[in-house]
């Protein structure tokens, strides 16, 4: 180290480009947590099935179960896709691609109320499943966009109540998921809005906030708080309403409070394993509001919990330094997120939520 510090004055005294210098600083200290983006990359692209990928691979017994999550699976898909933009690897975009043609047969359009959804679990059509086909298109160019893209907005559209909740399952009165699904399609319409500015999304996000902010206030609880920070995010970029961004504030708050024992913005406590992920993905935004907003004494804690959370993340990654016991070298396994020291399964879902952490908080300039 330092022979290599005393050759960097060296360069320096010589007058040597400081861009250069950093560039070459860069490839002999790569930034860890970009190593980490591109392992979780890496791993999807290792644990492709004929179809599209694998939703379990178990390094242990060097298995893939034979279980699907069809909902999770989408969302991984959109997480591939923002992968493809932000290591601009065309890789990515073809297995993006594989994907959509994976599920493109299970669409359905209703032509009777216009709209479209996707039939891969008939007794169980969820509202989720449009968001996360919306936010894979939008990123993706995919014939039909346009028309897929419209019909499939519209079946979230049509899924609104005029109290401005969300019905969770398209053809039926079945509750469930309100914690995720509502808060997934609100944040396909905001990004869609972004897109193309159809206010019609732009109403339906509005419609849905003093719903939602009365059932947070009556059911708090840490899974809502990411995809509906996520979405309300975007509406505050949209229309600077003082209620998202006080709702968005009072959500992550409660969640850093429920990581903080002692009642203090640092050493928080992330014992539940890859969770953790979802979460930090909502405290990005919220972290960037706050910034926005000058409210430094929430940003510092919001960036503290996204620093200590981030760290812990890459603990739970398998890579030659950090195999879990596992000695011999597995391909399948490198670069995928275990759920705990505990369970060190590896699934879709996971990888999913961890590299969109982390590209989160790289793109914030936090890492």
């Not at 979460?279 to 907003?293: D, F, P, R, T, V």
């Amino acid at each position: 180290m330092a022979k290599l510090l005393k050759f960097v004055r060296y360069l320096l005294s010589m007058g040597i480009i400081i861009g250069i210098l950093v560039v070459s600083l860069t490839l002999v200290f790569p930034n860890k947590y970009l190593q980490a983006v591109k392992q979780g990359g890496e791993w999807f692209l290792n644990n492709q099935d004929s179809q599209f990928i694998y939703y379990q691979y178990n390094p242990a017994t060097k298995e893939y179960p034979a279980k699907h999550q069809e909902l999770r699976e989408l969302a991984a898909l959109w997480s591939i896709t923002e992968l493809n933009k932000f290591l601009k690897d065309s890789d990515y975009q073809v297995l993006a691609q594989k994907g959509l043609k994976y599920f493109e047969p299970f669409f359905v359009y209703d032509q009777n109320n216009d709209f479209s959804y996707l039939n891969i679990t008939p007794s169980q059509i969820k509202l989720g499943y449009n968001a996360f086909i919306i936010l894979s298109l939008l990123n993706t160019d995919y014939p039909k966009e346009e028309f897929y893209l419209e019909k499939f907005a519209n079946g979230l559209l049509f899924q609104q109540e005029d109290s401005g909740q969300f019905k969770t399952f398209f053809y039926q009165d079945q509750s469930g998921g309100e914690d995720y699904y509502p808060g997934e399609a609100l944040l396909a319409l905001m990004t869609l809005y972004e897109q193309g500015a159809d206010q019609r999304y732009l109403n339906a996000v509005e419609k849905a906030l003093p719903y939602y902010r009365n059932y947070w206030k009556e059911n708090p609880n840490t899974a809502f708080v990411s995809w509906q920070s996520q979405a309300y995010f975007k509406f505050y970029q949209a229309t600077k309403s003082e209620l998202a961004k006080d709702f968005i504030f009072n959500m992550n708050d409660y969640l850093l409070e429920q990581h903080a024992p002692k009642d203090e913005c640092k050493n928080f406590n992330f014992s539940q394993g890859i969770v953790n992920a979802v979460y930090i993905e909502g405290i990005n935004k919220a972290y960037e509001l706050a910034k926005q907003a000058n409210n430094y004494k929430r940003a510092n804690c919001y960036r503290q919990f996204i620093k200590e959370g981030v760290a812990y993340l890459l603990t739970l990654q398998f890579t030659p330094q950090n195999s879990f016991g596992i000695t011999e070298f597995d391909p399948r396994a490198m670069g995928g997120f275990i759920g705990s020291p505990q369970d060190t399964l590896m699934q879709v879902d996971r990888n999913q939520h961890a590299v969109m952490a982390l590209m989160g908080a790289l793109e914030l300039g936090i890492l």
